[in-house]
């Protein structure tokens, strides 16, 4: 493994200590830098200025320098972040809470301060940029995915919460700026490594990572490069109902009421209500699917940064680069009894068989406290498949930065960059069914691995039928190009005041590609050609994915296919050729953004304390073009269509800062931002999201951006140096919020294919009756929204204790959010329940210790429960679904062997997480949920790191 480890990661260190001379001769475009030049002299005397401790200072010294609200989280020193995914870094900021990716457990986007993360801006050294990963591949959603890039790549991340009219306008919730590091910030020749071997409890799967950055200067130029390469395989086992519970009495209404059709055969001569009523039973739950759920998910990150900076005391150039990808393998497996299509009608057909009608109760209970329907059902249909999936995404950046000097009190900057993103996710799943079992299903004491037994084997492959494959590929671009010219002027004001005066004129242009392909069809005619037998051939009882947690009750073993007969089978990149356009779901978007402001922060005393404040103001114009496909003509042959818009905003805002005493600060700001809709809902046309959910989504190409008055305050006590006491408050009044309508229709009127819709409504020749009732969802700008809350923050370096203690510190910060509905919530009595789209409440705490060469830290991470966003209404079941609290527990420990050689551990998610969604009784007569009627229930394992990091 040694071997193996440096094999990986010691060219790349010595590729960057020769790489100056081979990067000027191909120069690539650059990464701009913000140059904030902070309006106050920090208040917090530096004490400690090594290891975490000194991050944590400097981090404490920019917020006390700021007008506005704002954070930081500062390396160590050149190439040393102090976590290893910047997300996981952000949540010790007051006020963000960390979404992770289902497949890897990483940190991958964040919501700041209760709004969800699309909310939010990311910028790169001041430019805008985004870019998608894994899940979220096709969504078009406006987030950020920061798994895409090595933490090592950054030197330092500004994060703001109130709005300043020389930031980017379009992130309600605030602005993350990632800065990458250059030569003159350690204006001397550095050459940092590191090797680290990342080891999961659940994969139980070594994998090499390795860093390295050479920065050097001479005289007025300076030369930067640093390599990261990452890997790591991550298993996660569990249960899943797969989007809701279900009664029978709910099931089989017309239009169905609650997430799925489900219906009981009471006539079979098997039944036995088992001294129930037929209404006990009807109105009992079941969940939509009853199976176990397998992955193992591999995935590599490469990245490279780089800048060449030539510096002067009036010249500052730099030209910057970012390079990062990021390959994501899945395996999944799932194996159960499908519940789902039992609401069916054609008793002609085989037990089992889609179109024989519904489950039969053989012998079964009811569990009084959660109304979950168990026990042995006769006529049950099992389902396995192996889902395969590739994603990558490729980004890229580059930009020109500079500043001139001109005088002592006159400064220009500019800067030009240009950044692209190509994500691709290409997907199959090949399944097989057993029909007409008989069954026993119960749930084990917590419901994350459920029992399931029957005579009928699972491993015969003789006993599975009814073959399927379904194939998709999906690539989401993302380019944007960024030009901006900004003039600093100080000047002097009556009284011994100063101001300093910034205008500035912004040109951001960005597109948006989202191209959708559907092999299905001619993978299915693949799937035919082999023919049942050659399928049963094919079959494997040996899991493809190894060390699955899969519980004592639940069948080891099932038949299946592995990677390389899917892949020799069934490949989606052969079978998603450009012929299988789905053109109801692609679409092309530009959005070109005109923008000037200007803004002075002014400073001055007023009696003996310093009060400083900025007042600007920001316009911008933007121009939408949208490039979709809608149907045409009586034959609903979709065509091409263009649209267009423009609108332009007003953005003005307010920020003080004034020393209430010698370390107690206040600090206000109002302003008003804006939020431009999901891409996915603006330019997209009517789509079924789910082939057995009789509900589609449609777009709105009319829909106006978000607004928000936003007004922060707070006070901050700096009452040791290193330390910090704060609370603040804030409050966001929205108006024209993307709001989701819905509304019955009929599926004729969609103008869909009925190959839209799943076998179960379809008919024999499959047919989709037209008249079938459909829930129809849109987008419009409706009303006003308002959401406040409060924040808490404590960061002290215990230097006041005894020896060895005098070494321990501890930060903590807590958010709280007054519930913030996004849809209202309506039980079937009438009575409106108060859901949070957000965590009500969110909190960090750590505790460190650095003593000489030792050092050891220890985060806690947690997020209160939230309405999950595939749910935001009530379906007719008076069930709410929650995304459950979560908290995550990280360790990490480290001793200096000398000046140039760390040893280091790493360990994240010690607690080993169960993260899950539930769906609670909203009328209160079933309990909660929590612990009985979950979904989506997954275990990640435990993720330590170990290895070496230092400088030559």
């Known amino acids: 493994m040694k071997k193996k480890i440096l094999e990986t990661v010691i060219p790349l260190a010595l590729a960057a200590m020769y790489a100056p001379t081979a990067l000027a001769q191909q120069a690539a475009p650059a990464a701009p830098t913000s140059e904030a030049t902070p309006p106050a002299e920090a208040k917090v005397d530096t004490v400690v200025v090594t290891g975490f401790r000194s991050s944590l200072q400097k981090a404490l010294n920019l917020k006390a320098q700021s007008i506005g609200v704002r954070d930081s989280i500062v390396a160590e020193d050149i190439g040393k972040f102090p976590e290893a995914n910047v997300a996981e870094s952000l949540q010790r900021v007051p006020g963000v809470i960390l979404e992770r990716d289902d497949s890897s457990g990483e940190g991958q986007r964040v919501s700041i301060r209760g709004l969800p993360s699309d909310y939010s801006v990311t910028t790169l050294n001041g430019a805008p940029i985004n870019t998608t990963s894994t899940s979220t591949i096709g969504s078009a959603r406006r987030g950020f995915n920061y798994d895409v890039f090595a933490s090592e790549l950054f030197g330092r991340v500004d994060f703001y919460k109130s709005p300043l009219a020389e930031l980017t306008e379009g992130g309600l919730g605030g602005v993350v700026d990632l800065q990458t590091p250059r030569p003159f910030d350690n204006p001397k020749r550095t050459i940092r490594y590191g090797l680290t071997d990342t080891y999961n409890t659940n994969s139980k799967n070594h994998d090499p990572n390795g860093f390295a950055l050479y920065s050097n200067t001479w005289d007025n130029l300076g030369f930067l490069v640093g390599v990261s390469h990452s890997g790591n395989v991550n298993t996660r086992s569990g249960f899943e109902a797969t989007g809701g519970y279900n009664s029978s009495f709910n099931g089989s209404q017309n239009p169905v009421q609650g997430n799925f059709a489900l219906k009981l055969d009471y006539d079979d001569p098997r039944a036995n209500l088992s001294g129930y009523t037929r209404e006990q039973i009807d109105k009992a739950l079941l969940p939509r699917i009853y199976r176990f759920y397998g992955s193992e998910n591999e995935r ?36 159960g009894i499908l519940i789902r299509s039992t609401a069916t009608t054609n008793r002609a057909l085989p037990a089992g068989a889609n179109g024989n009608n519904g489950l039969i109760p053989v012998n079964v209970k009811i569990d009084p406290s959660s109304n979950l329907l168990t026990g042995t059902f006769a006529n049950t249909t099992y389902n396995g498949g192996a889902i395969y999936t590739e994603d990558e995404t490729e980004f890229g950046y580059g930009a020109l930065n500079g500043s001139w000097k001109v005088s002592d009190k006159f400064t220009l900057t500019g800067q030009a960059s240009l950044n692209h993103s190509s994500a691709t996710s290409a997907t199959g799943q090949l399944a097989g069914y057993i029909y007409g ?45 960024q030009a901006r010219v ?80 899917f892949y020799n089978n069934f490949n989606p990149n052969t079978y998603n050729p450009a012929s299988t356009f789905t053109p109801s779901q692609s679409f092309a978007a530009e959005e070109n953004v005109k923008t000037g402001f200007i803004q002075s922060d002014f400073k001055g005393k007023i009696g003996e304390r310093e009060l400083r404040f900025n007042a600007g103001v920001r316009y911008s114009k933007t121009d939408t073009k949208i490039d979709n496909f809608k149907q045409q003509g009586t034959s609903l042959v979709y065509g091409a269509n263009h649209e267009q818009g423009s609108y332009s905003n007003v953005l003005p805002s307010v920020s003080a800062a004034f020393d209430v005493t010698e370390n107690l600060m206040w600090r206000a700001s109002w302003g008003k931002t804006i939020t431009r809709a999901s891409l996915s809902i603006i330019a997209a046309q009517t789509v079924i999201p789910n082939q057995f959910d009789n509900s589609a989504t449609s777009g709105n190409p009319n829909l106006r951006p978000q607004q928000s008055k936003n007004l922060d305050t707070g006070l901050e006590w700096y009452f040791k140096p290193g330390s910090l006491l704060s609370a603040a408050i804030f409050q966001k009044d929205l108006t024209d919020a993307t709001v989701a309508n819905t509304r019955l229709v009929t599926f004729g009127s969609l103008g869909l294919p009925d190959t839209a819709l799943g076998p179960l409504f379809q008919d024999a020749s499959g047919r989709v009756d037209p008249n079938l009732a459909m829930t129809l969802r849109s987008y419009t700008n409706a009303g006003k929204q308002k959401l406040k809350g409060y924040e808490l923050a404590y960061q002290q370096a215990f230097s006041f204790l005894p020896k060895p203690f005098d070494g321990m510190g501890a930060l903590a910060s807590y958010t709280h ?44 991470n947690y997020k209160g429960k939230a309405l999950n966003g595939d749910n935001p209404r009530n379906l007719g079941d008076d069930l709410i679904r929650w995304r459950a609290a979560r908290g995550y527990l990280d360790a990490n420990i480290s001793y200096k062997i000398s000046e140039n050689l760390e040893f280091r551990v790493d360990a994240l998610n010690l607690s080993n997480t169960l993260a899950y969604d539930y769906f609670e009784d909203a009328s209160g007569q079933y309990g909660s949920g929590k612990k009985t009627r979950m979904d989506y229930a997954k275990y990640d394992g435990r993720t330590i790191k170990f290895g070496i990091r230092g400088k030559l």
Not at 305 to 331: A, C, G, H, I, W
């Open 300 to 335: 590599t990150r490469d990245g490279l940064v780089s800048s060449l900076q030539y510096k002067t005391p009036t010249v500052n150039v730099s030209f910057d680069t970012m390079y990062s990808k990021l390959e994501n393998t899945r395996k999944e497996n799932v194996f």
């Open 437 to 481: 079992a008989q069954s026993t299903i119960d749930y084990g004491s917590d419901h994350v691995y459920p029992s399931i037994s029957s005579p009928t084997s699972y491993t015969d492959p003789n006993n599975w039928s009814g073959f399927t494959i379904g194939t998709g590929w999906t690539k989401e671009t993302d380019k944007g190009k």
């Open 486 to 565: 900004v003039a600093d002027w100080d000047y002097d004001l009556p009284g011994e005041w100063t101001g300093k005066l910034k205008a500035g004129l912004v040109y951001v242009s960005t597109g948006k590609d989202v191209n959708k392909r559907n092999g299905t069809a001619l993978a299915t005619a693949q799937l035919n050609r082999i023919g049942a037998a050659g399928l049963r051939s094919g079959m494997t009882s040996q899991l493809p994915i190894d060390n699955l947690d899969i519980g004592g009750g639940w069948p080891k073993a099932w038949s299946t296919w592995d990677s390389n007969y």
């Open 817 to 860: 959010i007054d519930p913030f509905n996004s849809a209202r919530w309506v039980t079937n009595a009438g009575r409106e329940i108060e859901v949070n789209s957000v965590p009500k409440y969110a909190y960090s705490t750590t505790l460190y210790f650095e003593q000489g060469p030792l050092a050891m830290r220890m985060s806690y």
